[in-house]
């Protein structure tokens, strides 16, 4: 039994400015390594019905060919678990070896078959041995002990077998389906999700069973990312170090799920943290093989420029809480981030310039229309605006075009830290003083400190560029220095996919620690406002620091799903896109439904073929609705929970 080690009440990974891989102890799953010294791993999901031979076997192989290395497949029953020795012989003869993982809930016997037939099996600790029925109460000790002894009596079983036959578990730990008993002890937090893995790990351990893998996932990306550092604080304490499966679920699709899924994941691998990874997307899973292929591509990352250590983060890396910061305008302490949009590159401003950005100049009725996701502010370079703008928007100039413009409303100076030593003329109420990291000294900072006026806009063209930013804003913290900051990064012309990914993970990880006051991100390719736009608006939606549209928690469909996900999810999002805040919990079955439907507003979760169960919040509220009125039904629920607003032009 390993001895618990003294480890410092904020470590999570091996140093939070030098990337460096948390070195784990290797498993393997077949003939793919996880962990150890191996590269990180690209898995997915089928999504057919597991019966269906081959159908399975055909996704399967479309998947292998994508890249993935491992093939999970859903085994709800004890029929699906045994098909799995067909799937895998039709597979092999095809000539893969890719290792097959069965994925069990609620059912331990399909789990003891699917052991002795897969290379790795997939157990949910919160379903496995309990149903879930939110009930409140209070266990005492000798109560809750006897729970652990059910549980044990469940679970041995099938650790037994997986040590008999060579084969690697996930125990894979979901927010949304914790047992009432990990809720009334630990409440619904990274704690509790935690406890709920070690609660089966301490059972695997005692069988001196290790091929395991571990894994805390949530469609909250707060929550998630919290709950992988607080695992690997409390294995560094036990002197444990099993890899980890990282992932966020019910991440969605598009854009939206694959910045959700990034921001989430990216914000654990860089640093260092994560062993195999999937993305988990409401869409064909081959389709999930790019992304996540092209996430795990920055990692490594060998050659970075040096940032000096952080001896004590001023912060709880277990938690949330916004770093405070003085108000400026509407940038800092209360307010959410700002967007600032970049329109220095352009030769010329129109009205027609601000249309990607979220505002559009209506000519008949002489006025603006602002989108749901406008931009706050306009750099414009060197640019004048020869036009009356938005009353919402404000333009940033350098600073000797603004000294001309200055007597403008709404105009501010984008101010050099030369400059701003030097003491240029500043505009009495905001200034925006852009520096690279290098520039920022404890000269700067002291004249920012003092500055009611000032925001700090901050770029760096280190790889490892997360990293050094989150230095600074430390350093800002050390000296209690309140000056809002603006995130900042340039991307140059790279491609769509991989800017999307590259500032989720930059930048993304920064405001789930609540480090930013807003973002700014610049794009060498002409003509991707629009992209910008909605990059830097979606990554303040996944990480929870600004809701600008409606959010949608839905699953990626497997063989358990009851109805087609991504016709679904098409349907509600054109009935429901105008509805900004709301959360719709969209789920293929009830076995994350009850759970996840905590972290949202409203629930549509499939409960039988053609049969669909309405949720608002955990609670029931419709059952076994057909599914041709569901999509209506769930209209008149959010009606009724008084979420309801007609679309622009209608009601």
Known sequence: MATETLVRPYTYCPSLTKYERWRTRAVQVGTVGIGGANPIRVQSMTTTDTMDTAGTVAQSIRMIEAGCELVRITAPSKDDAENLAEIKKRIRAAGFDTPLVADIHFTPNAAEIAARIVEKVRINPGNYADKKKFDVREYTDDQYAAELERIDKRFRPLVRI????????????????????????YGDTPLGMVESAFEFLRICRDEHYHDIVLSMKASNTQVMVQAYRLLVHRMMEQGWNYPMHLGVTEAGDGEDGRIKSAVGIGALLEDGLGD??????????????????????????KDHADIPPVEKPPIDPFSHARRHTREVLNIGARHVPVVVADLSRKTAITPASLFPWGYRYSVPNDKWNLADQACDYLFVGRNSIGFHIPGTLGIVQEHAVWLKDRAKERHYPLILPNEYRAGVEQHPELNFVHATLAEVDSALIEKLRGDPTAVLLIDTANAHGMAEERRLLFELMDADCPVPVVLGRSYGDMPK???????STDIGPLFLDGLGDGIFLADGHPGREDLMCRTGFGILQATRTRISKTEYISCPSCGRTQFDLQETTAKIRARTSHLKGVKIGIMGCIVNGPGEMAD??????????GVITLYKEKVVVKRNIPAADAVDELIALIKEGGDWVEPEGQG
């Open 497 to 503: 996919d991989r800017l999307v990914i590259h500032a």
């Open 276 to 301: 195999t990874i999937r993305v988990s997307l409401t869409e064909d899973p081959e389709f999930e093989i790019p992304v996540a292929r092209e996430l795990v591509a920055r990692y490594p990352r």
């Open 600 to 609: 949202a507003d409203y629930g549509y979760v499939g409960t039988g073929q």
């Open 162 to 185: 997986c040590k008999e036959h060579g084969t690697a578990m996930r125990i894979g730990t979901n927010h949304g389906s914790l047992s009432d008993r990990i809720l009334n002890r």
